[in-house]
């Protein structure tokens, strides 16, 4: 079992590195930093500290190749959906769209979730409010901040899921 190390930087609380066997590299993190697993909210732009297993990965088989990964790997479509409504039994889950709660998409306009790492944060079991879709993804341009995942270009989430292994795990902070 392997632990991937994300840090926060000391000058700017919303970009951290990533460190792990073989990577190391630069990440974003949430627009309002990072925050202990207990005290995040859904919605509050943090990044959850703590050690998570890594669950399975989603992409975009319109844009690229399924990646290369010892864990499950999921092709999505434009009928998937991430419940982020804590009211819902189907918080924090993957949900088909059309739904009636709210969610976000997980086919975007933009690249963000053309590759998406699902991390175990509050989903065994989901507690409602205490954050949903805490994921690792692509960057925007420039590590611009997340709304509490953790992004990685393109070319470094390719060579982390290549790398990971099941029972791995993501240390935050």
């Known amino acids: ?11 700017d ?49 319109d844009k690229m190749a399924a990646p290369v990964c010892a864990l499950d790997v999921i092709s999505i479509s434009p009928e998937f959906g991430w419940c982020d409504d804590p009211s819902s039994p189907d918080y924090n889950k993957l949900v088909r769209l059309p739904f009636g709660a709210s969610h976000e998409k997980m086919w975007r306009d933009d690249t963000l979730y053309d590759l998406v790492l699902v991390i175990g944060h509050n989903d065994d079991p989901p507690m409602s409010g205490l954050g949903s879709a ?40």
């Open 1 to 11: 079992m392997q632990t991937w190390q994300v840090s926060q930087d000391n000058a």
């Open 13 to 61: 609380g919303r970009r951290g590195r990533i460190v792990g066997p073989l990577l190391d590299a630069p990440c974003a993190l949430g627009l309002a930093g990072v925050v202990g697993a207990a005290q995040k909210k859904e919605g509050d732009g943090k990044t959850p500290t703590g050690t998570y297993p890594l669950r399975r990965v989603f992409y975009r088989p």
């Open 134 to 173: 805490i994921f690792v993804h692509i960057a925007k341009d420039g590590f611009e901040p997340t709304e509490g995942c953790i992004a990685l270009t393109e070319p470094v989430l390719l060579t982390l899921l290549r790398a990971v292994r099941p029972g791995d795990q993501l240390k935050i902070g």
